[in-house]
Protein backbone atom coordinates (compact mmCIF):
# COMPACT_ATOMS: atom_id res chain seq x y z
CA UNK A 1 0.00 0.00 0.00
CA UNK A 2 1.49 3.16 -1.34
CA UNK A 3 0.71 6.37 0.97
CA UNK A 4 3.77 8.53 -0.44
CA UNK A 5 2.89 11.60 -2.17
CA UNK A 6 4.95 14.69 -3.81
CA UNK A 7 5.24 17.96 -4.03
CA UNK A 8 6.55 19.87 -5.85
CA UNK A 9 9.77 17.32 -5.80
CA UNK A 10 9.75 16.86 -2.26
CA UNK A 11 8.75 13.03 -0.93
CA UNK A 12 6.38 12.79 1.81
CA UNK A 13 6.13 10.11 3.47
CA UNK A 14 2.63 10.04 4.02
CA UNK A 15 -0.04 13.11 3.41
CA UNK A 16 -0.35 14.08 6.92
CA UNK A 17 1.08 16.91 8.05
CA UNK A 18 0.42 19.76 11.52
CA UNK A 19 -1.16 22.97 9.97
CA UNK A 20 0.82 25.55 11.45
CA UNK A 21 0.54 27.84 14.54
CA UNK A 22 -1.19 24.40 16.09
CA UNK A 23 2.05 22.20 16.37
CA UNK A 24 4.65 24.32 17.69
CA UNK A 25 7.72 23.78 16.17
CA UNK A 26 7.09 20.12 17.11
CA UNK A 27 9.06 20.19 20.09
CA UNK A 28 6.12 20.76 22.53
CA UNK A 29 4.33 17.85 21.25
CA UNK A 30 7.40 15.25 21.06
CA UNK A 31 6.94 13.40 24.35
CA UNK A 32 3.47 13.15 23.49
CA UNK A 33 3.73 12.33 19.37
CA UNK A 34 6.43 10.49 17.25
CA UNK A 35 7.01 13.22 14.95
CA UNK A 36 8.94 10.69 12.63
CA UNK A 37 5.41 9.00 11.41
CA UNK A 38 4.32 12.50 10.51
CA UNK A 39 4.93 13.34 6.78
CA UNK A 40 5.61 16.93 8.12
CA UNK A 41 5.74 19.02 10.87
CA UNK A 42 4.84 22.44 9.76
CA UNK A 43 5.69 25.50 12.17
CA UNK A 44 4.43 28.18 13.72
CA UNK A 45 4.64 31.07 11.95
CA UNK A 46 8.20 32.99 11.94
CA UNK A 47 9.46 36.50 11.03
CA UNK A 48 12.86 38.12 10.59
CA UNK A 49 12.10 39.52 14.51
CA UNK A 50 10.62 38.29 17.29
CA UNK A 51 6.73 39.96 17.48
CA UNK A 52 4.89 39.88 20.75
CA UNK A 53 1.56 39.02 19.48
CA UNK A 54 -1.79 40.33 20.54
CA UNK A 55 -3.01 40.97 24.24
CA UNK A 56 -5.34 37.79 25.99
CA UNK A 57 -7.41 36.23 26.10
CA UNK A 58 -6.00 34.89 22.54
CA UNK A 59 -8.43 31.93 22.36
CA UNK A 60 -11.87 31.38 22.82
CA UNK A 61 -14.46 28.15 22.35
CA UNK A 62 -17.39 28.62 20.02
CA UNK A 63 -19.67 25.60 19.29
CA UNK A 64 -17.63 22.91 17.15
CA UNK A 65 -14.37 24.86 16.93
CA UNK A 66 -12.21 28.00 18.31
CA UNK A 67 -11.24 31.27 17.85
CA UNK A 68 -7.75 32.04 18.08
CA UNK A 69 -6.18 35.98 17.66
CA UNK A 70 -2.18 34.70 18.62
CA UNK A 71 -1.06 37.54 16.59
CA UNK A 72 1.72 35.55 15.50
CA UNK A 73 3.77 36.04 18.62
CA UNK A 74 7.47 34.21 17.54
CA UNK A 75 10.95 34.71 18.58
CA UNK A 76 12.37 35.56 15.67
CA UNK A 77 14.11 33.57 12.58
CA UNK A 78 17.34 33.65 14.32
CA UNK A 79 16.29 31.59 17.35
CA UNK A 80 13.95 29.71 15.52
CA UNK A 81 16.65 28.75 13.11
CA UNK A 82 19.21 27.63 16.11
CA UNK A 83 16.58 26.35 18.33
CA UNK A 84 13.83 25.06 16.73
CA UNK A 85 15.28 23.95 13.44
CA UNK A 86 18.26 21.73 15.15
CA UNK A 87 15.31 19.87 17.14
CA UNK A 88 13.29 18.72 14.07
CA UNK A 89 16.65 17.78 12.18
CA UNK A 90 16.72 15.01 14.46
CA UNK A 91 13.47 13.30 13.53
CA UNK A 92 12.70 11.92 10.05
CA UNK A 93 9.60 13.87 8.56
CA UNK A 94 9.64 16.53 6.60
CA UNK A 95 9.83 20.22 7.57
CA UNK A 96 7.95 22.77 6.05
CA UNK A 97 8.43 26.70 7.67
CA UNK A 98 5.75 29.01 8.05
CA UNK A 99 7.00 32.23 7.00
CA UNK A 100 4.97 35.45 8.06
CA UNK A 101 6.53 39.36 7.84
CA UNK A 102 4.44 42.76 7.95
CA UNK A 103 6.01 43.67 4.49
CA UNK A 104 7.44 42.74 1.35
CA UNK A 105 11.26 42.72 2.78
CA UNK A 106 10.20 41.05 5.81
CA UNK A 107 9.15 38.17 4.40
CA UNK A 108 12.28 38.31 1.98
CA UNK A 109 14.34 39.17 5.19
CA UNK A 110 13.14 36.17 6.40
CA UNK A 111 12.79 33.24 3.35
CA UNK A 112 16.57 34.36 2.68
CA UNK A 113 17.68 33.41 6.70
CA UNK A 114 16.19 30.52 5.87
CA UNK A 115 17.31 29.28 2.54
CA UNK A 116 20.80 27.48 3.66
CA UNK A 117 18.48 25.80 6.82
CA UNK A 118 17.34 21.84 6.54
CA UNK A 119 13.70 23.57 5.67
CA UNK A 120 12.53 21.55 3.00
CA UNK A 121 10.09 23.92 1.94
CA UNK A 122 8.32 27.58 2.93
CA UNK A 123 4.57 27.90 3.71
CA UNK A 124 4.21 31.67 2.93
CA UNK A 125 1.63 32.80 5.69
CA UNK A 126 -0.49 35.79 3.49
CA UNK A 127 -3.34 35.13 5.70
CA UNK A 128 -3.30 35.41 8.74
CA UNK A 129 -6.65 37.63 9.86
CA UNK A 130 -5.30 38.26 13.00
CA UNK A 131 -2.63 40.84 12.74
CA UNK A 132 -2.89 44.70 11.56
CA UNK A 133 0.04 45.05 9.05
CA UNK A 134 1.27 42.68 6.35
CA UNK A 135 -0.03 39.08 6.45
CA UNK A 136 -3.74 39.07 5.39
CA UNK A 137 -3.38 42.40 3.23
CA UNK A 138 -1.22 40.06 0.70
CA UNK A 139 -3.69 37.70 0.96
CA UNK A 140 -6.86 39.02 -0.28
CA UNK A 141 -6.00 40.93 -3.70
CA UNK A 142 -5.09 38.77 -6.10
CA UNK A 143 -3.03 41.65 -7.60
CA UNK A 144 -1.22 42.15 -3.85
CA UNK A 145 -0.92 38.18 -3.85
CA UNK A 146 0.95 37.70 -7.50
CA UNK A 147 3.74 40.30 -6.36
CA UNK A 148 4.53 39.08 -3.10
CA UNK A 149 4.69 35.45 -4.65
CA UNK A 150 6.66 36.68 -7.80
CA UNK A 151 9.40 38.41 -4.92
CA UNK A 152 9.54 35.76 -2.51
CA UNK A 153 9.62 33.07 -5.33
CA UNK A 154 12.82 34.93 -6.89
CA UNK A 155 14.72 34.99 -3.94
CA UNK A 156 13.73 31.47 -2.33
CA UNK A 157 15.63 28.22 -2.73
CA UNK A 158 13.32 26.03 -1.52
CA UNK A 159 9.87 25.51 -3.02
CA UNK A 160 6.97 27.91 -1.71
CA UNK A 161 3.53 27.48 -0.75
CA UNK A 162 0.95 30.21 -0.57
CA UNK A 163 -1.55 29.81 2.40
CA UNK A 164 -4.71 31.02 1.08
CA UNK A 165 -7.33 33.29 3.16
CA UNK A 166 -10.62 31.58 2.85
CA UNK A 167 -12.47 35.74 3.80
CA UNK A 168 -12.21 36.61 0.32
CA UNK A 169 -14.91 36.92 -2.20
CA UNK A 170 -13.37 33.94 -4.92
CA UNK A 171 -10.38 32.01 -3.47
CA UNK A 172 -9.61 30.60 -6.85
CA UNK A 173 -8.94 34.49 -8.41
CA UNK A 174 -6.39 33.98 -5.57
CA UNK A 175 -5.01 30.45 -6.60
CA UNK A 176 -4.81 31.19 -9.47
CA UNK A 177 -2.98 34.58 -8.62
CA UNK A 178 -0.37 32.46 -7.01
CA UNK A 179 0.11 29.72 -9.57
CA UNK A 180 0.61 32.34 -11.73
CA UNK A 181 3.71 33.94 -10.36
CA UNK A 182 5.29 30.86 -9.64
CA UNK A 183 4.06 29.62 -6.61
CA UNK A 184 4.66 25.80 -5.94
CA UNK A 185 1.87 24.91 -4.36
CA UNK A 186 -0.94 25.96 -2.32
CA UNK A 187 -2.28 25.41 1.18
CA UNK A 188 -5.57 26.43 2.42
CA UNK A 189 -8.02 26.91 4.19
CA UNK A 190 -6.36 29.57 6.95
CA UNK A 191 -9.17 30.18 9.61
CA UNK A 192 -12.09 32.38 8.35
CA UNK A 193 -12.32 35.70 10.74
CA UNK A 194 -15.29 35.44 13.71
CA UNK A 195 -16.38 36.40 16.84
CA UNK A 196 -17.66 36.24 20.18
CA UNK A 197 -19.47 38.43 22.51
CA UNK A 198 -19.64 37.72 26.29
CA UNK A 199 -22.96 38.42 26.43
CA UNK A 200 -23.09 39.03 31.08
CA UNK A 201 -20.32 41.12 30.69
CA UNK A 202 -21.34 43.08 27.03
CA UNK A 203 -17.94 42.69 25.82
CA UNK A 204 -15.92 41.09 23.46
CA UNK A 205 -14.28 37.87 24.33
CA UNK A 206 -10.77 38.01 22.71
CA UNK A 207 -8.98 41.08 23.79
CA UNK A 208 -8.32 41.23 19.65
CA UNK A 209 -12.36 41.62 19.24
CA UNK A 210 -12.08 38.86 16.26
CA UNK A 211 -10.49 35.77 15.77
CA UNK A 212 -9.95 33.19 13.27
CA UNK A 213 -12.02 29.85 13.62
CA UNK A 214 -10.62 26.51 13.07
CA UNK A 215 -12.17 23.46 14.24
CA UNK A 216 -15.13 20.49 12.70
CA UNK A 217 -17.51 22.96 11.71
CA UNK A 218 -15.45 25.02 9.61
CA UNK A 219 -14.46 21.52 7.31
CA UNK A 220 -17.50 22.08 4.67
CA UNK A 221 -16.22 25.01 3.91
CA UNK A 222 -12.50 24.49 3.48
CA UNK A 223 -13.45 21.11 1.36
CA UNK A 224 -15.89 23.16 -1.24
CA UNK A 225 -12.83 25.79 -1.12
CA UNK A 226 -10.41 22.85 -2.35
CA UNK A 227 -12.61 21.00 -4.56
CA UNK A 228 -12.74 25.01 -6.76
CA UNK A 229 -9.43 25.51 -6.35
CA UNK A 230 -7.79 21.96 -7.58
CA UNK A 231 -10.50 22.45 -10.76
CA UNK A 232 -8.82 26.00 -10.87
CA UNK A 233 -5.04 25.58 -10.88
CA UNK A 234 -2.66 22.11 -12.05
CA UNK A 235 0.00 23.39 -8.90
CA UNK A 236 -0.61 20.74 -5.67
CA UNK A 237 -2.94 21.95 -2.98
CA UNK A 238 -2.30 20.97 0.29
CA UNK A 239 -6.13 20.98 2.33
CA UNK A 240 -6.73 21.59 5.50
CA UNK A 241 -9.64 22.97 8.11
CA UNK A 242 -11.60 20.91 10.46
CA UNK A 243 -9.86 17.86 10.30
CA UNK A 244 -10.15 15.70 12.68
CA UNK A 245 -10.24 11.88 11.32
CA UNK A 246 -8.97 9.64 8.91
CA UNK A 247 -12.46 10.08 6.90
CA UNK A 248 -12.14 13.72 6.96
CA UNK A 249 -8.93 13.67 5.04
CA UNK A 250 -9.64 11.19 2.67
CA UNK A 251 -12.63 13.98 2.17
CA UNK A 252 -9.98 16.48 1.38
CA UNK A 253 -7.97 14.16 -0.93
CA UNK A 254 -11.05 13.31 -2.79
CA UNK A 255 -11.93 17.06 -3.39
CA UNK A 256 -8.39 17.67 -5.17
CA UNK A 257 -5.49 18.01 -2.01
CA UNK A 258 -2.31 15.94 -2.28
CA UNK A 259 -1.98 16.06 1.40
CA UNK A 260 -3.63 17.51 4.69
CA UNK A 261 -2.65 19.76 8.25
CA UNK A 262 -4.43 18.72 11.21
CA UNK A 263 -4.80 21.71 13.40
CA UNK A 264 -7.52 22.37 15.91
CA UNK A 265 -7.55 18.50 16.55
CA UNK A 266 -4.38 18.80 18.17
CA UNK A 267 -5.68 20.74 20.95
CA UNK A 268 -8.68 17.90 21.37
CA UNK A 269 -6.46 14.84 20.91
CA UNK A 270 -2.74 15.20 21.11
CA UNK A 271 -2.42 11.98 18.99
CA UNK A 272 -4.57 13.34 16.20
CA UNK A 273 -2.24 13.24 13.44
CA UNK A 274 -1.35 9.47 14.38
CA UNK A 275 -5.18 8.95 14.58
CA UNK A 276 -5.64 10.56 10.52
CA UNK A 277 -2.71 8.55 9.64
CA UNK A 278 -4.17 5.42 11.20
CA UNK A 279 -7.35 6.09 9.37
CA UNK A 280 -6.35 6.74 5.89
CA UNK A 281 -4.87 3.66 6.01
CA UNK A 282 -7.60 1.84 7.59
CA UNK A 283 -10.02 3.38 4.69
CA UNK A 284 -8.05 1.90 2.19
CA UNK A 285 -7.30 -1.06 3.05
CA UNK A 286 -11.31 -1.41 3.73
CA UNK A 287 -11.90 0.27 0.11
CA UNK A 288 -8.68 -1.82 -1.52
CA UNK A 289 -7.15 1.19 -2.49
CA UNK A 290 -3.34 0.49 -3.06
CA UNK A 291 -2.28 4.18 -3.60
CA UNK A 292 -3.10 7.36 -1.99
CA UNK A 293 -2.86 8.98 -5.04
CA UNK A 294 -5.51 7.30 -6.57
CA UNK A 295 -8.22 9.06 -4.69
CA UNK A 296 -6.84 12.39 -5.09
CA UNK A 297 -9.34 14.70 -6.83
CA UNK A 298 -11.35 11.85 -7.52
CA UNK A 299 -14.71 13.05 -7.39
CA UNK B 1 8.91 14.72 38.51
CA UNK B 2 7.78 15.01 34.82
CA UNK B 3 4.92 12.70 33.56
CA UNK B 4 2.98 13.96 30.36
CA UNK B 5 0.19 12.06 29.03
CA UNK B 6 -3.04 11.55 27.97
CA UNK B 7 -5.00 9.49 30.99
CA UNK B 8 -7.42 7.42 30.99
CA UNK B 9 -9.03 8.66 34.23
CA UNK B 10 -11.07 6.49 36.39
CA UNK B 11 -13.70 7.97 38.64
CA UNK B 12 -13.47 7.31 42.10
CA UNK B 13 -16.12 9.56 43.73
CA UNK B 14 -17.78 12.81 42.88
CA UNK B 15 -19.53 15.10 45.43
CA UNK B 16 -20.81 18.85 45.51
CA UNK B 17 -18.95 20.30 48.07
CA UNK B 18 -20.68 23.63 47.93
CA UNK B 19 -22.67 25.19 45.69
CA UNK B 20 -21.68 24.82 41.83
CA UNK B 21 -18.44 23.44 43.35
CA UNK B 22 -17.26 19.77 43.41
CA UNK B 23 -14.68 17.55 44.31
CA UNK B 24 -14.33 14.91 41.67
CA UNK B 25 -11.64 12.13 42.45
CA UNK B 26 -9.89 10.31 39.91
CA UNK B 27 -7.62 7.37 39.38
CA UNK B 28 -5.10 7.92 36.72
CA UNK B 29 -1.60 7.23 36.24
CA UNK B 30 -0.03 10.65 35.98
CA UNK B 31 -1.82 11.15 40.12
CA UNK B 32 1.39 9.82 41.56
CA UNK B 33 3.92 12.39 39.71
CA UNK B 34 1.60 15.10 40.15
CA UNK B 35 2.96 18.24 42.15
CA UNK B 36 1.76 20.93 44.11
CA UNK B 37 -0.11 23.88 41.69
CA UNK B 38 0.20 21.73 38.92
CA UNK B 39 -3.02 21.29 36.75
CA UNK B 40 -4.39 19.15 34.66
CA UNK B 41 -6.70 19.65 31.38
CA UNK B 42 -10.09 17.30 31.26
CA UNK B 43 -11.72 17.21 28.10
CA UNK B 44 -15.50 16.74 27.79
CA UNK B 45 -16.93 14.44 26.02
CA UNK B 46 -19.35 16.19 23.76
CA UNK B 47 -17.46 17.46 20.36
CA UNK B 48 -19.17 20.69 20.01
CA UNK B 49 -17.03 21.73 23.15
CA UNK B 50 -13.77 20.77 22.07
CA UNK B 51 -11.24 22.11 24.43
CA UNK B 52 -9.66 20.79 27.57
CA UNK B 53 -10.97 22.32 30.36
CA UNK B 54 -7.18 23.44 32.77
CA UNK B 55 -8.44 22.34 36.14
CA UNK B 56 -5.86 22.56 39.36
CA UNK B 57 -4.90 19.75 40.87
CA UNK B 58 -6.21 20.39 44.26
CA UNK B 59 -4.47 17.33 46.24
CA UNK B 60 -3.02 13.79 45.29
CA UNK B 61 -3.52 10.52 47.12
CA UNK B 62 -0.28 8.41 46.49
CA UNK B 63 -1.32 5.34 47.91
CA UNK B 64 -4.00 5.21 46.35
CA UNK B 65 -2.52 6.66 43.26
CA UNK B 66 -5.46 9.60 42.82
CA UNK B 67 -5.81 12.61 42.19
CA UNK B 68 -8.74 15.32 43.84
CA UNK B 69 -10.06 18.06 40.91
CA UNK B 70 -12.07 20.48 42.88
CA UNK B 71 -13.74 23.01 40.28
CA UNK B 72 -16.67 25.67 39.60
CA UNK B 73 -19.48 24.82 37.19
CA UNK B 74 -18.79 27.68 34.73
CA UNK B 75 -19.83 26.65 31.55
CA UNK B 76 -20.62 23.09 29.25
CA UNK B 77 -17.35 21.60 30.04
CA UNK B 78 -17.41 21.80 33.40
CA UNK B 79 -21.01 21.23 33.14
CA UNK B 80 -20.41 17.87 31.97
CA UNK B 81 -18.16 17.14 34.57
CA UNK B 82 -20.28 17.01 37.40
CA UNK B 83 -22.45 14.28 36.10
CA UNK B 84 -19.25 11.99 36.63
CA UNK B 85 -20.28 9.21 38.48
CA UNK B 86 -18.13 5.98 40.28
CA UNK B 87 -16.60 3.76 37.67
CA UNK B 88 -16.72 6.54 34.56
CA UNK B 89 -13.58 6.97 32.67
CA UNK B 90 -12.94 10.96 31.79
CA UNK B 91 -9.86 11.92 29.65
CA UNK B 92 -7.05 13.76 30.85
CA UNK B 93 -3.68 15.59 29.89
CA UNK B 94 -1.55 14.97 32.89
CA UNK B 95 0.47 16.58 34.44
CA UNK B 96 0.48 20.33 33.29
CA UNK B 97 2.66 23.51 34.26
CA UNK B 98 4.98 24.01 37.15
CA UNK B 99 3.64 23.76 40.49
CA UNK B 100 5.05 26.04 43.53
CA UNK B 101 8.39 25.35 44.64
CA UNK B 102 7.84 23.54 47.92
CA UNK B 103 11.14 21.99 48.34
CA UNK B 104 12.86 25.64 48.41
CA UNK B 105 10.94 27.12 51.06
CA UNK B 106 11.46 24.56 53.72
CA UNK B 107 12.42 26.07 57.52
CA UNK B 108 10.54 29.54 56.48
CA UNK B 109 7.40 31.14 57.60
CA UNK B 110 5.14 29.84 54.64
CA UNK B 111 1.94 32.26 54.00
CA UNK B 112 -0.49 30.48 51.43
CA UNK B 113 -2.88 32.54 50.15
CA UNK B 114 -6.39 31.36 48.08
CA UNK B 115 -9.14 32.92 46.77
CA UNK B 116 -12.26 31.63 45.70
CA UNK B 117 -11.67 28.69 43.08
CA UNK B 118 -7.86 29.26 43.94
CA UNK B 119 -7.90 28.14 47.12
CA UNK B 120 -8.12 24.40 45.91
CA UNK B 121 -4.43 24.20 44.26
CA UNK B 122 -3.45 25.53 48.21
CA UNK B 123 -4.77 22.41 49.65
CA UNK B 124 -2.00 20.52 47.86
CA UNK B 125 0.58 22.87 48.70
CA UNK B 126 -0.16 22.72 52.35
CA UNK B 127 0.13 18.89 52.42
CA UNK B 128 2.91 19.12 51.13
CA UNK B 129 4.48 21.24 53.47
CA UNK B 130 3.13 19.77 56.49
CA UNK B 131 5.21 20.02 59.07
CA UNK B 132 6.69 23.36 57.84
CA UNK B 133 5.30 26.72 59.46
CA UNK B 134 2.64 27.08 57.13
CA UNK B 135 0.31 29.76 57.66
CA UNK B 136 -3.28 29.55 55.17
CA UNK B 137 -5.55 32.60 54.55
CA UNK B 138 -8.19 31.26 52.67
CA UNK B 139 -10.77 34.19 51.27
CA UNK B 140 -14.87 33.62 50.63
CA UNK B 141 -17.21 35.80 49.51
CA UNK B 142 -19.56 34.55 52.62
CA UNK B 143 -19.56 32.18 55.37
CA UNK B 144 -19.93 29.23 53.29
CA UNK B 145 -16.14 27.76 53.35
CA UNK B 146 -15.66 25.33 51.24
CA UNK B 147 -12.18 23.01 51.95
CA UNK B 148 -11.56 25.27 54.84
CA UNK B 149 -11.71 21.99 57.36
CA UNK B 150 -9.46 20.12 55.63
CA UNK B 151 -6.34 22.95 55.58
CA UNK B 152 -6.85 22.85 59.36
CA UNK B 153 -4.65 19.03 58.93
CA UNK B 154 -1.86 20.27 57.55
CA UNK B 155 -1.46 24.57 58.65
CA UNK B 156 -2.81 27.20 60.97
CA UNK B 157 -6.18 28.46 58.74
CA UNK B 158 -6.95 32.30 58.89
CA UNK B 159 -10.61 32.99 56.83
CA UNK B 160 -11.83 36.10 55.03
CA UNK B 161 -15.23 36.86 54.02
CA UNK B 162 -16.39 39.68 51.85
CA UNK B 163 -19.46 39.96 53.97
CA UNK B 164 -18.32 39.55 57.04
CA UNK B 165 -19.85 36.75 58.01
CA UNK B 166 -16.62 34.53 58.84
CA UNK B 167 -13.32 35.97 59.65
CA UNK B 168 -12.22 39.03 58.81
CA UNK B 169 -14.22 40.84 56.81
CA UNK B 170 -12.44 41.78 53.60
CA UNK B 171 -9.52 39.71 51.95
CA UNK B 172 -7.03 37.44 52.62
CA UNK B 173 -4.40 40.44 52.65
CA UNK B 174 -6.79 41.82 55.36
CA UNK B 175 -6.81 38.58 57.63
CA UNK B 176 -2.62 38.41 56.69
CA UNK B 177 -2.36 42.24 58.14
CA UNK B 178 -4.83 41.33 61.37
CA UNK B 179 -2.43 38.62 62.37
CA UNK B 180 0.51 40.43 63.60
CA UNK B 181 2.44 37.41 65.00
CA UNK B 182 2.81 36.17 61.10
CA UNK B 183 5.52 37.63 59.43
CA UNK B 184 6.20 35.65 56.34
CA UNK B 185 9.50 34.90 54.42
CA UNK B 186 7.48 33.61 51.51
CA UNK B 187 3.75 34.06 50.02
CA UNK B 188 2.39 31.74 47.94
CA UNK B 189 -0.95 32.17 46.18
CA UNK B 190 -4.25 31.26 43.91
CA UNK B 191 -6.70 33.27 43.25
CA UNK B 192 -8.54 36.15 40.85
CA UNK B 193 -6.15 38.11 39.80
CA UNK B 194 -7.22 41.54 41.71
CA UNK B 195 -5.85 39.16 44.43
CA UNK B 196 -2.88 38.26 43.14
CA UNK B 197 -2.07 41.78 42.09
CA UNK B 198 -2.66 42.73 45.59
CA UNK B 199 -0.42 40.16 47.11
CA UNK B 200 2.44 41.25 44.19
CA UNK B 201 1.93 44.37 45.49
CA UNK B 202 2.42 43.83 49.64
CA UNK B 203 5.07 41.23 48.68
CA UNK B 204 7.24 43.70 46.81
CA UNK B 205 6.66 46.70 49.38
CA UNK B 206 7.56 44.32 52.38
CA UNK B 207 10.55 41.91 50.63
CA UNK B 208 8.76 39.00 50.79
CA UNK B 209 9.57 36.52 48.34
CA UNK B 210 5.75 35.63 46.87
CA UNK B 211 4.73 33.23 44.29
CA UNK B 212 1.81 33.48 42.55
CA UNK B 213 -0.76 30.73 39.89
CA UNK B 214 -2.19 32.36 36.91
CA UNK B 215 -5.19 31.45 34.71
CA UNK B 216 -5.58 31.92 31.26
CA UNK B 217 -7.28 31.03 28.50
CA UNK B 218 -5.67 27.62 26.79
CA UNK B 219 -5.69 25.64 23.99
CA UNK B 220 -3.01 23.38 24.23
CA UNK B 221 -1.61 23.29 27.52
CA UNK B 222 1.48 22.28 26.20
CA UNK B 223 3.31 25.16 25.03
CA UNK B 224 2.80 24.93 21.41
CA UNK B 225 -0.32 27.58 20.68
CA UNK B 226 0.84 30.35 22.68
CA UNK B 227 -2.57 31.17 23.39
CA UNK B 228 -2.34 31.61 27.47
CA UNK B 229 0.55 33.85 27.42
CA UNK B 230 1.41 36.36 30.29
CA UNK B 231 3.19 39.40 30.43
CA UNK B 232 6.55 39.36 31.67
CA UNK B 233 9.38 42.23 33.13
CA UNK B 234 12.41 40.85 31.28
CA UNK B 235 12.43 38.86 27.64
CA UNK B 236 11.29 35.78 28.35
CA UNK B 237 13.96 32.68 27.94
CA UNK B 238 11.71 30.80 25.50
CA UNK B 239 9.84 33.32 24.01
CA UNK B 240 12.34 36.18 23.39
CA UNK B 241 9.75 38.72 23.84
CA UNK B 242 7.63 39.98 27.07
CA UNK B 243 5.74 37.01 27.17
CA UNK B 244 5.39 33.78 28.97
CA UNK B 245 3.75 30.80 28.45
CA UNK B 246 1.49 30.39 31.44
CA UNK B 247 0.90 26.41 30.86
CA UNK B 248 4.49 25.70 30.32
CA UNK B 249 6.65 28.48 32.29
CA UNK B 250 3.79 28.88 34.61
CA UNK B 251 1.09 28.83 35.93
CA UNK B 252 3.01 29.33 39.11
CA UNK B 253 5.61 32.29 39.02
CA UNK B 254 8.11 34.33 41.01
CA UNK B 255 5.94 37.69 41.56
CA UNK B 256 8.44 40.02 40.47
CA UNK B 257 8.91 37.96 36.88
CA UNK B 258 5.16 39.11 35.60
CA UNK B 259 3.44 42.20 34.47
CA UNK B 260 0.38 41.63 35.90
Not at chain 2, 106 to 111: A, E
Not at chain 2, 162 to 173: R, T
Request: net charge negative; charged share 25%; aromatic share 6%.
Amino acid sequence: MNTKVTIAGVEFKNPVMSASGTFGSGMEYASLVDLNKLGAVVTKGVSNIPWEGNPTPRVAEVYGGMLNAIGLQNPGVDVFIERDLSFLSKYDTNVIVNVCGKSVEDYIEAVERLNDTNADMFEINVSCPNVKEGAIAFGQKADALFNITDKIKKVSKKPIIMKLSPNVTDITEMAKAAEAAGSDAISLINTITGMKIDIERRKFVLANKTGGMSGPAIKPVAVRMVYQCANAVKIPIIGMGGIMTGEDAVEFLMAGATAVAVGAANFINPSAMIDVIDGIDNYMRKHNVSDINEIIACV
Amino acid sequence: MFYRNVDEGKVISQEEISDGIFSLWIKNEGANEAGAGQFVGVYPKDKSTLLMRPISICETDKEAGSMRLVYRVAGKGTKEFSSLKKDDTVKILANLGNGFPVDEVKGKCIVLMGGGIGIPPMLGTAKALFGEDVHSYLGYRNNDTFLSDEFLKYSKVYLASEDGSVGVKGNVLDALRASINVKPDVIMACGPMPMLRAIKKYAEENNIKAYISLEERMACGVGACLGCVCKTVKKDDHSHVNNTRICTEGPVFDATEVDI
